[in-house]
């Protein structure tokens, strides 16, 4: 295990190009996949949280289950769409990082609209009175919702992107885990653990870690009004 670690951190340190290939198509998969899901999910789980909760109990009850949804299902949903048989698979996307995208919107989106419908409602109700009150139109009043509830919206999107970051096998279901290609941090560590290149396995875990803690730590910050330590 020493011996793992050490190799790690030679492998990080010096900038492996192997390493930090798979670190950045990782990086720009979930990326990808978590602007998709906000841009798609915060107005929409804003317009539910805005709404009466008698009205959007059916909808929300979809979206909660969506949100446990387990990550093989949802790859293989995805997989059975895209597959050359299935109603979009003349566009040839299966194992290729777009089809790693789409895999991955399918599991955040929920739980962004999901986050966000939450907090929306939790305070949504008395921001959007007053904002009426002061004459603010439909639009205008959603706007000062959101900005209100903006706390509760990036941590819905920092959830949504942990999921998908750290997810393998949806990812490997339709992206086939190809060298180059679309070979990410999970699907990599799964195969070189197995291979017992631990060093190699132990470099990219510390590097997901890293992640982790990048974000988790500007959202803390975040919560506390900027009075925190990054």
């Known amino acids: 295990m020493l011996e793992g670690f050490m190799e790690a951190l030679r492998l990080i340190t010096s900038f492996d190009p192997y390493l930090m290939q798979i670190v950045f198509l990782s990086l720009r998969v979930s990326g990808g996949a978590i602007l998709i899901s906000t841009v798609l999910g915060v107005p929409l789980g804003a317009y539910l949280g805005m709404k009466p909760e008698r009205k959007t109990r059916f909808v929300s009850k979809i979206i909660y289950t969506l949100m446990g949804l387990p990550p093989v299902v949802g790859g293989l949903i995805v997989f059975l769409i895209l597959s050359r048989r299935g109603p979009l698979g003349v566009l040839g996307l299966l194992f290729s990082p777009a089809a790693m995208i789409i895999a991955q919107v399918f599991l955040s989106l929920p739980i962004v609209i999901g986050l966000t419908l939450l907090g929306i409602r939790s305070r ?38 942990g999921r998908v970051v750290a997810e393998v096998g949806a990812v490997m279901l339709v992206g086939g885990n190809i060298e180059g290609h679309t070979r990410v941090m999970t699907t990599a560590i799964v195969l070189e653990t197995n291979k017992g290149n631990f060093g190699f396995a132990i470099g990219l875990g510390l590097i997901l870690l890293t992640i982790f803690f990048v974000i988790n730590s500007l959202l803390y910050t975040l919560q506390r009004g900027g009075e925190g330590h990054f």
């Open 124 to 161: 949504g109700g008395d921001v959007a009175m007053a904002a009426r009150t002061l004459g603010a139109g439909p639009l205008l009043t959603v706007w000062t919702v959101i900005k209100e509830a903006r706390l509760s919206i990036f941590g819905a999107v920092v959830t949504g992107f």
